[in-house]
């Protein structure tokens, strides 16, 4: 069995024996079990300030009506602890084999996700604990200062496109609450409905959700890519009202900072990021 830190105030006794078990498909320990309040799931993380956005994020979401986000049930920032509803059956969407209806999915899941962050609003002040996309996005200054003012193994072509699309984007984001990291395998089933878990908490663009949805699922064969991405930034712009080359241009600038997040100290890593990024530069003009 599990036993949380004394200190911790989760009211997160799971049971015990073989209703116990350790999840395997998390970067974040997950003990699976079943309390006096059904089933649920603790998860176990360092904690940050990104924790922290995660657990503010589904506090927030969790009140919405019709909200397709994981219930909290119960937290502990202190002590980087979740206690979450368990989605049954659970499975994600890559085992989907139309991309098409994955796409579909995906797309009403975000249409319901969003907030408007109003500097009014309490939870969005200057001591708010969400992460901001402008944040994430100030990492790749970084970029050409590693490497003498190059690209190294970045290919030069996608760094330049990226850093100007990046440039026009900012300069006319709107500020919402957003996941920050909406794919395939953060979409769950949960009896005949789908919910999402894992949200960052991000306050920028909602056209960047679409980004880390096209860099996925990762790893696989994709040998239709350019096509794919073609039907996936129809059914987004048509599902979701936005403009079909913004929705492209925050999949180029995902793709570079997905790489630069993944680059090892010996300039390796990132390399499925990169060949998608070059794959969506071929869509430079887009359909629409």
Known sequence: MFVPPPCSPLPCSLGEGPGVRASSKSASPMFFGRGAGGEGILKIGIPNRELTSEMECL???????????????DCDPENGLLLLERLRPGADLTPIP???????????????????ALQSDSHFG????????????DGLQKLRPRFDGGTGPFPARLVETAEGLIRE????????LIHGDCHHYNILSHGDEWRVIDPKGVI????????????????????????????????????LGFDRQH?????????????????????????????????FLELQTPKG
């Open 247 to 279: 929705l492209w241009a925050w999949t180029v600038a995902h793709s570079l900072l997905s790489a630069w997040w993944d680059l090892q100290e010996d300039s390796t890593g990132g390399e499925f990021a990169l060949a998608c990024g070059e794959a």
């Open 98 to 116: 139309d991309d098409d209806r994955a796409t579909e999915i995906a797309a009403d899941v975000m249409s319901r996700l969003w907030i408007p």
């Open 169 to 176: 984007l900012f300069a006319e984001e709107e500020t919402w």
């Open 59 to 73: 506090r927030l979401l969790g009140n919405l009506p019709n909200c397709p986000t994981v219930r909290l049930l």
């Open 126 to 137: 200057s001591d708010c604990h969400f992460v901001t996309l402008i944040g994430w996005f």
């Open 204 to 239: 920028g663009a909602r056209e960047y959700e679409v980004g880390p949805f096209m860099l996925n699922p990762v790893y696989q064969p994709r040998p239709n890519i350019k096509r794919e991405t073609q039907r996936r930034l129809d059914i987004f712009s048509e599902r």
